[in-house]
Structure formats: structure tokens, C-alpha cells
């Protein structure tokens, strides 16, 4: 037995076992000390009554054995997918119920959809960005090229004409960047996947942090999108479902290669190595999108976005160069005096007790950056800017 | 952009599809008849008091800002992963935490685990048997060959001293003979697995039916198994979690392939593409595994196994040959008078208003014969053996 030898190929440690490593050492020889974790990008508010109360009443549905339910569409109920075409109607995205699929959540849907791929396809990677992107295509044995983020492109670079690859990754608003592309540059990225039938994968996780109206919060909203582009999306960063599980990923009717719909070889491989999300977690998702549950989760994104101001004052008044935090939870800093990003993890931790994740986890030109999140209770994000003025 | 060539070499529609497209048919041509499905094997009986109190219980804990919980490990909590290995412990089985990977479903994880594998890796698989191990391979353009069950051998094929192969599927009791094999010859599979360092991926969703003390009810209990096995299991058939969406999957640190640790490519497998179970269902499964849980599930289960009786009886009355019903939910019977599988079905569809599953969706060693499941009302499932009585 042989095993797949693209898993020799990945890196030894994932960003976030090390930095635990890292923090549990300090925490071992600061007993006393507290830590501040403005590092990983967990929801930290309590869910909503809309959801909760959902799904209680699910939980005692299973409970009786007239409303009892067993397997469900591995694609989905109908309800939430209905629920999910609302939303992209109230963004001026049509979609049909068919078009979209309900999922345990976008790291799983943009992991098992390269499935779909030859493996001969060759992958174009921004970086610095979400490290899943770069390790699942490794793991498949895939050619991966990769696309520049600077201080010059603000993190957003664009499509060089003579540039070829069949998927493209776009996250946006970006992790780890927080910064958001626009809907010229977006249209750029279109017209370079149409020119060329590549696929657009967009992770659009973060599209409810968008405030400035005139930012895309999907790719559909872009003309010819359909014909080009995969959305995955979920509630753990719209909803609070970090804990509870949910996404959905959108497959297109418009989008076929070789003659054949992308569509229908999604619905057959979750049909086969997919069964379904939890019938309590999928009422408590249709909560999250109807209109109450909505102003529930506009309130804590509210609560973070004040956050990320904070921090973004912070760094403003420290002198740091950034990007993100208006449009984003995310804030990615520019590290002081040349040091790498690890060095300032270091001094973060060590002075100020402060963790955040380094840009280098991120990819090569994520190196010498650094991220912060907005994703703390308010207390927190002002002690550790208080300990950043007088500390750092 | 080129598609994964895989998918164009599976069948059209998937079993139950069919299945589902042909008793919608027939419900329009005959629109007052009542349908009795002992086709598909899905869970009837609502949920018990322990788990549903611990899953109200998980809800409202994310209704608080202090217990809130967010990301878990993608491996599954640790209560619920000590809560796996003491249920091991009862069958004389000891495991580590980290042998235990808490997934959605066994379905899932079957699926996936086929990652860790070299795409040449050669894939034995039992004919007949649940059609995802085939659908799963092929679209990852494995060869596969196949094992021949029959009336002789009772649908439990051993492996001929001469076969060669990397991967084996062994499911027992099996879906859809409801055979189980005995520790002797489970002993056989282990010795054969071992000698040529071949993987079994062994599926124990039905292990809670085995009623005979004598039949293992994991692989690991036969001694080597931690070097040659990994085995999946879910609480869909166990405890009714069809709908909760749990499994577990159980990889030995004893299982090394070409010098490296399984357990941990399928850890960087999850943490990779996976972001752990519902915290709500992760509760609900610990309550399972608990004392009263089981007590509750055993209580459902000995429904099914009763109803299971019924059609037994049934069948040996009308002179039918069959296998399962003893210590599995299914009975796998042979189509009379030569009838082809999908014969049979129409003619239990028009003459009896009753639905099964035609044996050679499972396989070509299925054809010309038929499963029917034990998981109705047992008044269903009364009513549809007096049909079978009076009008087939």
C-alpha cells in the first residue's frame, strides 16, 4: 500500500498548532500573565434568540416521532436554500434553489471541490492568503503558481494579461489582508477567467463585514461571473456558526468545461462522499438569514467592526503602516524596524502578551506583515491596545 | 480548464435516485395507494430524553457569552473522543484519544479517507456492497476489482490466497446482506491484510444489531487489526443520528505505511479540509454513548430487530431464501423464479404498494436479489408482510 505522496510535500506544522504551541511555552513560564488573543478568527458573541430558539424547536422536532427526521438532501433542505436564494436576491443576485448547496462549512466545501479538477490543473494562489488554499492543492499533487500581494497592490493584485492557470483562488474581503477588491477589479478578474475558461474560486466568507455600499459582497454581481465562478461562503463569520457548522457553496447552472455542467459532478460528489448537514444546524441557518436573525447578526458584526477601529486608531497613532479593518475584521500590519513576522510575534507575546498571527503563515510575501482580528470582547481589544501604546 | 475524467466514468443515477424517480411514478399513476418503503435504511423512531436534554442544553450554552463555544478541534472534542473509547473499552477494545477523529458521518469520512492513498493503489471491494466504496474510487480513477458474493458463500467472500491489492473494503454486518462475519474468518482477512501490508477500511455502522455474543462487532478485536485496519462507524444507525449528522473514525498509531503514521496523514487530512462536528451534535453523541443513551438506543434497536423477525418469518413461511435479519437490520433475499432484480421491484411496487431495493444496485453479484430494511413502524411493516402474503 502506497500512501498519496503529496502529503510529503506540506509543510511540517499548521500555522495555528504552532502559534498554540508557542503561547501554551509562554503561558508555561508566565504563569501569572494573562494572554490577549487577537490571533485566530473565532466569533466570540453569543448566537441570537432567532437561532437559538430554531433550533430548540428542531432539537424537539427530533423528539417525536411525528416530526422526526432522518437523512435529509445531502445538498440541502429546500427551506434553507431557499433561504440562501433570498439573501443573493437581496443583493441583486438571482439564483436558482438548485444552484446552490448546503454544506458543514467553507473550509470543507473549498477543500472537497477540487475533486471536481484534473489534476493536471494548474492552480494560481494570491499570497499571502488563507493557508488551506495552498495545502489542499499540495496534498492533490497540484502545480500551484503564486500571485504577489505588496504594499504597492495594497494586497490586491490583479491579473497579469499573459498569465495562464485553470482555478484561481480570490478571497475578498481577503484573509489575511482585509482588504476588499473592488468592482472594477473584480470585473478585471472575470474577464481574465471568461478569456480563458478558467474557474473562479471565491471565498466570500467575509462578505458581511462589508460597510462602503459600492464594494461587491459576491462575485455574481459581477456580469459573466456565472459563467466562470464558484461561491463559497458561510454563517460562521455572518452568524456566530463558528461552533455550529454551516456553509454553502453556489455552482452555477451557467458553468460548464469540456461540455459538461460543473453542477452536476458537485451534486454527485457530495451525493456520494457528503451526507448532509445536521437538520438542527440547517434551521438554525434559516434563522440566521431571515430578517430577524439578520438585525441579530448586524448588530454583533457592528460590535467588531467598532473593534477593528479601535485597533486601526491604535496603529494609526503608532505609525504603523495597515491595510483592512473597515471593510473586514482583519488588520494586517506592516511589522516595525524590517523585523520578520515571527520576530514580532515574539516581541508581541513577550512584551505585551499579545498574540497575533504572523504574515509569513500566510505565504512568502506575507513575511515581515502581521495580522490582528477583530474577533475579541471589547475589553480585551483595549487593553491590548493600551499595552501595545505602552509596551511594544 | 479540464474536469477530473473520473466522474465521466460513473454510472448515470445513483441507486436511490432511481428508486426515489420510480415509486414518484408510480404514487401519480395510482394516486389514493398507499406506498409501505422498506427500501431505504433510515432511522423511524424519535430520539431519547438523554440525548435530546444534552442537546437542548448544548443550544443554550451558545446562547451565552460565557459558554459560548466556537471552533472545536477538527478531530472532535475530547469528551466526546474519551466518550468513543470507552465505549471500545466495553467491547475489550483499548484505544488512545488521538486514534479517535470525530467526522459527520461515516459516509464522509469513507470517502475522504481515500486522500491518503497513492491514485495507483490497487482497491479490492466485496460485490455486493454499499454503492459509495465503488462510486468513491472511480472518481478518483482507481482500479478496482471485485470480490465475489454469492449464494454459496453467503455473501461473505474470504480472500483467495493468491489476490493481490492496497486497499480492501470490508463491510460487516454487512448493507445489503445483513451477513456478519465470525471472528475466524475476520481472523482470515487480517492475516491476508497483514502479509501483503494492505489497509481494510472497515465500516461497522451496523455493530449495535450483532445480538450474537460470539460475532466481533469492531475489527479490533482481532489481534493484528491495529496495524492493518482503520474502521468507521457513525451513530446514524446506533442511535438515530441519521439527521444529528456523527461518526467516528479510528485510525491505530499502529497502522504505518512506507515508513509514516496514518493517524497522522488523516489528522493533516481533517485539520485541512475539515472544521469539526456541530458542537450541539458533538453533545448529543457524548449523551449517546452514555449509559442511558445506549440503554435508549438498545431499547430502538431491539424495534428494528423485531421487525426484522417479522420479515423473516415471512420470507421462511413463503419459501424465499434470504441472508441478515438476525444480527443486521437488512434481509437480503433471492427474486423468485429467476426474476431480475428491478422485475422484482416493479412487481412488489405494482402488485404489493411496496418498496425495497433491488439487489443489483449493489453490485453485479446483487442481481436477482433484493434487501428489505427493518427501519418502519413495525404497523408498516406488519401491513406490508400481509401484502407480501396475499398479493405477490
Known amino acids: 500500500m502506497k500512501i498519496n505522496r503529496g502529503f510529503l510535500q506540506l509543510n511540517d506544522r499548521y500555522l495555528f498548532s504552532r502559534i498554540a504551541r508557542k503561547v501554551q511555552e509562554y503561558r508555561g513560564e508566565h504563569p501569572g500573565q494573562e494572554v490577549l488573543n487577537l ?10 434568540p432567532a437561532v437559538l430558539t430554531a ?13 422526526f427526521r432522518g437523512y435529509g438532501e445531502e445538498q440541502g ?40 479538477f484534473a489534476p493536471e490543473s494548474t ?29 504597492e497592490n495594497r494586497f490586491l493584485p490583479l491579473p497579469p494579461a499573459d498569465l495562464r492557470a485553470d482555478i484561481v483562488y480570490i478571497c475578498s474581503p481577503n484573509n489575511p489582508t482585509g482588504s476588499v477588491y473592488s468592482r472594477e477589479q473584480l470585473k478585471e478578474w472575470v474577464a481574465w477567467a471568461l478569456a480563458q475558461e478558467a474557474i473562479i474560486l471565491f471565498d466570500s466568507a467575509y462578505e458581511a463585514y462589508i460597510q462602503d455600499p459600492d ?36 455552482v452555477p447552472h451557467g458553468l460548464v468545461r469540456d461540455g459538461i455542467s460543473l453542477n452536476e459532478l458537485w451534486l454527485r460528489r457530495q451525493t456520494t462522499k457528503f451526507n448532509g ?51 473586514a475584521p482583519y488588520i494586517w500590519l506592516q511589522c516595525p524596524q524590517g523585523m520578520s513576522s515571527w520576530e514580532f510575534f515574539d516581541l508581541l507575546l513577550h512584551n505585551c502578551g499579545l498574540v497575533g498571527t504572523p504574515g509569513s503563515g500566510f505565504g512568502r510575501c506575507g513575511e515581515g506583515f502581521f495580522r490582528l482580528t477583530a474577533f475579541a470582547r471589547r475589553e480585551d481589544i483595549s487593553r491590548a491596545m493600551e499595552r501595545l501604546r505602552s509596551r511594544y
Chains 1, 2 share one sequence.
Open 39 to 48: 490571533g485566530i478568527g473565532d466569533w466570540t458573541l453569543p448566537l441570537g
Open 123 to 151: 492552480v494560481l494562489i494570491p499570497d499571502p492568503v488563507y493557508p488551506a488554499y495552498l495545502d489542499t492543492n499540495i496534498m492533490a499533487g497540484r502545480s500551484v503558481k503564486f500571485l504577489a500581494g505588496s504594499r
Open 77 to 116: 433542505y429546500a427551506f434553507l436554500r431557499q433561504a440562501v436564494c433570498r439573501y443573493y436576491a437581496a443583493k441583486g443576485v438571482e439564483l436558482a434553489e438548485s444552484e446552490v448547496f448546503i454544506g458543514d462549512g467553507a473550509k470543507s466545501d473549498m477543500g472537497n471541490i477540487l475533486d471536481l
Open 215 to 250: 464594494l461587491p459582497t459576491s462575485i455574481y454581481q459581477i456580469p459573466g461571473a456565472q459563467q466562470c465562478a464558484i461561491e463559497f461562503c458561510s454563517l460562521s463569520k455572518t452568524a456566530g456558526f463558528t461552533g455550529v457548522r454551516c456553509g454553502y457553496t453556489v
Open 55 to 67: 433550533m430548540e424547536r428542531a432539537v424537539m422536532e427530533l423528539g417525536s416521532a411525528e416530526t
Open 277 to 327: 448537514v445536521s437538520y438542527i444546524t440547517q434551521r438554525g441557518a434559516e434563522a440566521a438569514l431571515s430578517e430577524r436573525g439578520l438585525q441579530e447578526s448586524r448588530a454583533s458584526i457592528s460590535t467588531y467592526m467598532a473593534n477593528a477601529r479601535v485597533i486601526a486608531e491604535t496603529l494609526r497613532d503608532l505609525g504603523f503602516w495597515f491595510t483592512g479593518g473597515e471593510n
